[in-house]
């Protein structure tokens, strides 16, 4: 067990990176990385909790990627604040964060991307069209700078899970991908940095999603209604809890992300809705069995 401190050692480049990971390796040592944007909450550190609990060491790393963000999103005013974060992953007992600068991850001269075809053209790629290649990107470089045994990503951001999970296979990357699940508040609101953009009004219509999200994955297992009439109630009863705007609720194959009428093998629901300056996702389980 990692001893828990005040902050965990931050290395800022590479090679400073792989030397202290490759100490690690060279006597044996499991290492786990948990790839985040910072603004660190309890559903960051439920991937720290699962990393601890599998591997020897905790390596999480801390980058805005810029690459992720498109036109008039909010890469600029992204909650940063570095010394809260290193104070959070200390307490969680992370050995070591790995906070590089744009120009460390991409030199002027940068020029390569990745991209998963399929999964990436779906839901979310529908609304955010530069976003997967820009995550893609960004974790195939940080699995291969971290050289990590197991990497861990939220089920939260469930097509983001899959993409990930593909794309490690599809290039040979050593690593294992593991999802975790997704951490809430007590009204069910899946923790988010974005969280922060809320009023106490929107904050409190905000829940709804979850809820709403919910009641589609029962209506659609009781065979109430088809995939398409869930959703779409949904989708109607978003706007009248006081949603903005709603991108898409959708009743999916869990592993292909194709759009489902009724289950006969493991489902996802997912959603995203605008609610002021914020834009909320969230999803969850459905399977045949009761799940
Ligand atoms: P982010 O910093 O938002 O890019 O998130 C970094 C990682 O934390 C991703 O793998 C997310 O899926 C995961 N994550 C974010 N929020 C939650 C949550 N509420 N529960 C579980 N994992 C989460």
């Not at 290395?11 to 985040?36: F, H, N, S, Y």
């Not at 805005?64 to 992204?78: I, L, M, R």
């Not at 200390?90 to 906070?99: K, N, Q, S």
């Not at 904050?203 to 709804?208: E, G, L």
Request: glycine residues 10%; contains cysteine.
């Amino acid at each position: 067990m990692t001893a828990r401190q005040a902050h965990p050692k931050v290395v800022r480049t590479i090679d400073e990176l792989r030397a202290t990971v490759g100490d690690w390796q060279a006597v044996g040592k499991i290492v786990g990385v948990v790839p985040t944007m910072g603004a660190i909450h309890g559903g960051h550190l439920a991937l720290v909790d699962a990393a601890r609990r599998h591997a020897d060491k905790v390596l999480a790393t801390l980058f805005v990627n810029p690459a992720q963000f498109g036109e008039g999103e909010d890469f600029s005013v992204y909650p940063r604040n570095e010394e809260d974060d290193l104070t959070r992953f200390g307490a969680a007992g992370t050995d070591l964060v790995f906070i590089p600068d744009v120009g460390e991850v991409y030199p002027d001269d940068y020029s390569t991307s990745v991209r998963v075809d399929g999964l990436s053209d779906r839901l979310d790629g529908v609304f955010r069209p530069h976003f997967f290649g820009g995550v893609a990107t960004v974790v195939a470089k940080l699995l291969l700078q971290t050289n990590a045994d197991k990497a861990y990503f939220g089920e939260k951001d469930y097509q983001q899970l899959l993409i990930v999970r593909r794309m490690a296979r599809d290039l040979d990357i050593p690593v294992e991908i593991v999802g975790v699940p997704t951490v809430r508040e007590p009204d069910g609101l899946a923790l988010s940095s974005r969280n922060a953009y809320l009023s106490p009004d929107q904050r409190a219509i905000a829940p709804n999603l979850h809820r709403l999200l919910l009641r589609v994955a029962d209506q659609v297992r009781g065979g109430v209604r088809s995939g398409s009439a869930a959703a779409e109630l949904a989708t109607a009863d978003l706007i009248g809890a006081g949603f903005d705007a709603v991108d898409y609720v959708a009743v999916c194959d869990a592993e292909t992300l194709e759009p489902i009428e009724e289950l006969t093998r493991p489902g996802r629901v997912l959603g995203a809705a605008h609610l002021g300056r914020g834009r909320l996702i969230d999803n969850v389980p459905i399977s045949p069995a009761g799940g």
